[in-house]
């Protein structure tokens, strides 16, 4: 079966400081992998979503980016944080391709809450 | 851009009732629609997704779909306290609502 790991599950972290947010997939191959963040009292918003190794699209300019150097291996980074950056941050896989994603959904990781202080 | 609505506030419901929530979207071409659990804290779970027009049932949850007036909507039957959580619609491609927080009350 497959599984999706997270970590950390907790991270404050000053302003200024450099983030990295590591999310591994396991039982599937060349899944679509997501970030998302869920401010305090919002909704999910997409950060970025990649279809392979390499492959990263950015849905809203900031600064943040993402990398995906293996196949089941996802990461976000940040240079210099912000303090807007505080916010829950969810790691998603589906399925490959279109039909995938259409049919089953996401499956979550646990999530990384991440305050900047 | 797709936009995915979701403006009921909280909902409380009395346990044992039925509660239903709706969420509208605005891509006409969306074919897959999907129904997110949030407890509190934690990460958000599939409970549902539909595809085609009409009623989906799996167990105490139920789905509807109409393409042609773009809504989805969720019924709880017989609501549990564990119940309690936002619930997240999420149209195909990467749109979620912004969630309704379901209260039932014991």
């Known amino acids: 079966s497959q599984t999706i790991h997270q970590w950390p599950a907790t991270l404050v972290q000053p302003v200024g400081s450099p983030l990295s947010l590591e999310c591994t997939v396991e039982?599937?191959?060349?899944?679509?992998l997501y970030w998302y963040r869920q401010a305090a009292g919002r909704g999910l918003q997409l950060l970025f979503y990649?279809?392979?190794?390499?492959?990263i699209s950015s849905e809203v300019p900031q600064n943040l980016s993402a990398s995906r150097p293996q196949d089941r291996q996802f990461i976000l980074s940040s240079k210099k944080l912000l303090l807007s950056d505080s916010g829950f941050y969810l790691c998603?896989?589906?399925?490959?391709?279109?039909?995938?994603?259409?049919?089953?959904?996401?499956?979550f990781g646990s999530g990384t809450r991440l305050t900047v202080v | 851009q797709k936009e995915v609505e979701q403006n009921s506030g909280p909902l409380s419901v009395p346990e044992g009732a039925i509660a239903s929530l709706n969420c509208t979207y605005s891509?006409?071409?969306?074919?897959?629609f999907f129904w997110y659990r949030q407890y509190s804290g934690k990460s958000p779970e599939l409970i549902m997704f539909?595809?085609?027009?009409g009623d989906k049932e799996d167990g105490r949850f139920t789905a509807q779909l109409n393409k042609a007036s773009q809504y989805v909507s969720l019924l709880i039957r017989d609501s549990q306290p564990s119940d309690s959580a936002t619930y997240l619609c999420?149209?195909?491609?990467?749109?979620f609502g912004k969630g309704n927080q379901v209260v039932v009350i014991p």
């Open positions: 039982g599937t191959s060349n899944p679509n």
């Open positions: 891509d006409r071409g969306s074919q897959s």
């Open positions: 998603a896989w589906s399925e490959p391709g279109t039909g995938g994603l259409r049919r089953y959904g996401y499956t």
């Open positions: 539909i595809y085609s027009n």
């Open positions: 990649s279809v392979g190794i390499g492959q």
């Open positions: 999420a149209v195909e491609r990467l749109a």
